[in-house]
């Protein structure tokens, strides 16, 4: 072989060697947008479609609505109710989880025996079927023979009404929520905190601080982005809420008066109920993702100034404008 056919191989192996490494991410990637829009995309530009349709499971395609499966929505008492249902449900699980899965998490990274069996037992609630969880809990918090409800009997206290209430439904449905998530989230609080470098831990021990202030003025300011994370997620999730609510009773329903009846369950029933109006419950998927875009970036905005709020940039700011 020639020099000139030697140096043209060798030209043409440097072009492919330049295009492999190009265009190989984005082969590696690919796969991932396929699926997605696949599964993601085309249904929620479909939904977007359905939701200004007067589209019923049974007769199909039945001509336009524009926007009047919106105002029937936005007019109804009961989507207002399953709002309010949702945030008080969302509020009274992701507080409680938050703080729950962080001090588990940083016991768990203290020096235990067997830390991998409890590190793991951790997680089994996770793993649990939300119908099992259910029927558990169904026990625990039934009106006339549960178990909480007869401990108060048997100590002269008068039964809680936990599927006839308001309030104490949301408790219990709560309860359901931060039982089965509290210990996914602790495993993820337990990976940031051993990504902590140990010298920065160490140094504030040397210096006098106690374990306590060592953990809420050292780990918990360093656990910021994992805490903007789970916030964002738990938000997401806590928002879409259907699970737990729709299995509380065996109806389904949300209560006689919807007391625990979810935006999600409400979608479901105007899909599936009696009406089977899939425009009206596509317009609910709508509204339901708005709002939930809306939250993860007001949490996104407010988590973002907390964690920028303690750097040393931003406190040495705040000295120069005062």
Do not use: C
Request: net charge positive; glycine share 8%.
């Amino acid at each position: 072989m020639s020099r000139s056919a030697a140096g043209r191989d060798l030209t043409v192996r440097q072009r492919l060697s330049k295009l492999d490494v190009a265009t190989a991410p984005y082969v590696y990637i690919a796969p991932f947008f396929l699926l997605f829009a696949v599964i993601g995309l085309f249904p929620m530009l479909f939904t977007a479609y359905v939701s200004t349709r007067e589209y019923g499971l049974l007769s199909g395609d039945a001509g336009p609505a524009g926007i009047d499966n919106y105002a029937f929505v936005l007019t109804n008492d009961r989507f207002f109710i399953g709002l309010r249902n949702t945030f008080s449900i969302f509020l009274l699980s992701s507080v409680p989880q938050m703080v729950a899965a962080i001090a588990i998490a940083a016991v768990l990274n203290a020096n235990l025996r067997a830390r991998t069996f409890w590190r793991m037992g951790v997680l089994l609630p996770y793993v649990v079927a939300p119908v099992a969880v259910s029927l558990i809990f169904g026990q625990i918090f039934a009106d006339q023979s549960g178990v909480i409800n007869a401990v108060l009997t048997s100590i002269g206290l008068d039964p809680i009404g936990w599927h006839s209430e308001v309030l104490p439904s949301h408790i219990a449905i709560a309860t359901m929520v931060n039982f089965r998530w509290t210990g996914y989230n602790t495993l993820i609080f337990l990976a940031a905190m051993q990504a902590i470098p140990h010298d920065v831990i160490e140094a504030a021990i040397v210096d006098g601080a106690s374990r306590w202030r060592t953990f809420w003025h050292v780990t918990v300011p360093m656990l910021r982005p994992t805490i903007m994370f789970v916030v964002i997620t738990s938000t997401i999730g806590g928002l879409q809420i259907f699970d737990e609510p729709r299995l509380y009773d065996s109806a389904g329903l949300g209560g006689n008066s919807r007391q625990w009846m979810t935006i999600a369950m409400y979608m479901y029933e105007l899909g599936w109920g009696p009406q089977r109006n899939l425009g009206r419950a596509s317009a609910v998927a709508w509204i339901l993702f708005a709002i939930v875009v809306v939250f993860a970036l007001l949490n996104f905005w407010l988590t973002s100034r907390i964690a920028t709020s303690g750097t040393p940039v931003a406190r040495s700011r705040k000295k120069a404008r005062a």
